[in-house]
């Protein structure tokens, strides 16, 4: 019944029907009126708005708000192609593809997809609600030449999946089958978007995550689309102003309890324990990412203390270079030349002196095309 009212602690996950010589699983629909009795997930809930509060005010003071998510980004690019097994590294991801290994290439790419999916999908918010539409064009981005970019990019699968094992039969959990795929995320937009009903936008996007991941609706690239959907829908309602929140490294450090609990919700219809899980997730990573926030104007203010008594007649390059930096990590020679209006061998100088102090670090290894890592700032994202 339409807007009928869901008791969490009640939740009854869905069932399991027949396939051909397999039982997948069916969730239920999720467009409800949420109530619950357990006082310890309105504790967490309190605390959560809270710390994403703290997150909000801190992203006001920062130099380079852009630089912040630019880096918060890569990172959760970084853990989330993580946790579909892919390898790179923070500062391996900022470099020009050029600069990278032929081996470790198609890794940079799958990262650097995910960084263009994020921020084109922040951009269409401005155009378009948090829709199916916007999550197909997110994951045709995602998928764009890369490992199962032939497994319908930016389209829902027509056939059925599963996940864990080599075939159906070693399955660890199999989604629902292709015909279900349409109406079930009919479903999730509709409760991401039903003003009928009021459930607080923390509980809605942790039912919507578990509900997405669930269904699984693409052939590949399902986990990082999740994961992706969560700092997009807290933008779309204005609960933060920037997408300043990713649970990626949470789900990675926990990766464990996270498929657990996900899988516990369809198994024994634990949808508590999940929203308890997602809720600490959400205070864990925003009470980080303000400290991080706090680290970067500490840093800054050290840095500017350091030019200006430590380098001498460079003072004033010394300057704009450091500005720059807060703005842009990743800087070669010739960058220095321009940004600071120097001749080839002062802009070396100038470098030199930002290395001995380890501002900057050479990160390839090339001696006549250098690039180098502000390495103070990235590794507070490390």
Not at 55 to 61: D, P, W
Not at 141 to 155: A, F
Not at 285 to 306: F, H, Q, R, S, Y
Request: overall charge neutral; charged content about 25%.
């Amino acid at each position: 019944m339409k807007n009928s009212r869901q008791s969490i602690e009640k939740f009854k996950a869905g069932h399991f029907e027949k396939g051909m010589n397999y039982k997948y699983f069916v969730p239920s629909n999720i467009n409800h009126f949420w109530v619950w009795e357990d006082g310890t997930i309105n504790a967490l809930l309190e605390k959560a708005y809270v710390k994403l509060g703290e997150l909000n005010s801190y992203a006001r003071l920062v130099p380079s708000t852009d630089l912040y998510i630019q880096l918060h980004v890569t990172k959760e690019a970084v853990e989330s192609s993580k946790i579909e097994g892919t390898r790179t590294q923070i500062d391996e991801a900022l470099l020009p593809e050029d600069e990278i290994q032929p081996e470790r290439r198609s890794d940079w790419i799958e990262v650097n997809n995910y960084v263009r999916a994020l921020y084109g999908a922040v951009r269409q918010l401005d155009k378009l609600p948090l829709s199916s539409r916007l999550l197909c064009q997110a994951h045709k981005i995602l998928m764009n030449g890369v490992r199962g970019n032939n497994k319908l990019p930016g389209e829902y699968r027509t056939s059925q999946n599963w996940i864990g094992g080599a075939t159906l039969s070693e399955a660890v959990f199999i989604p629902p089958a292709a015909h279900y795929v349409h109406p079930l995320i009919g479903d999730l937009e509709n409760f991401l978007h039903n003003d009928d009903v009021e459930v607080p936008a923390l509980i809605r996007i942790g039912i919507a995550h578990y509900q997405y991941e669930t269904i699984h609706p693409f052939l590949d690239g399902n986990g990082r689309i999740g994961r992706l959907l969560i700092p997009l829908f807290l933008i779309s309602t204005g609960i933060l102003k920037k997408p300043l929140l990713y649970l990626s490294v949470y789900f990675e450090k926990n990766r464990s309890l996270y498929y657990e609990n996900l899988r516990r919700v369809s198994e024994r219809n634990e949808l508590v324990n999940w929203l308890k899980f997602f809720l600490t997730g959400v205070i864990e990573t925003a009470t980080n990412g303000a400290k991080t926030l706090d680290a970067v104007l500490e840093l800054k203010v050290g840095l500017e203390k350091e030019i200006l008594t430590d380098i001498g007649r460079r003072q004033a390059s010394g300057q704009k270079l450091l500005e720059h930096l807060f703005h842009n990590p990743v800087i070669n020679i010739k960058k220095v030349e321009e940004v600071c209006q120097l001749s080839t061998k002062a802009a070396n100088d100038l470098v030199r002196i930002f290395e001995e102090r380890k501002w900057l670090v050479q990160e390839n290894s090339s001696v006549r095309f250098r690039w180098f890592v502000f390495e103070p700032y990235i590794s507070l994202f490390k």
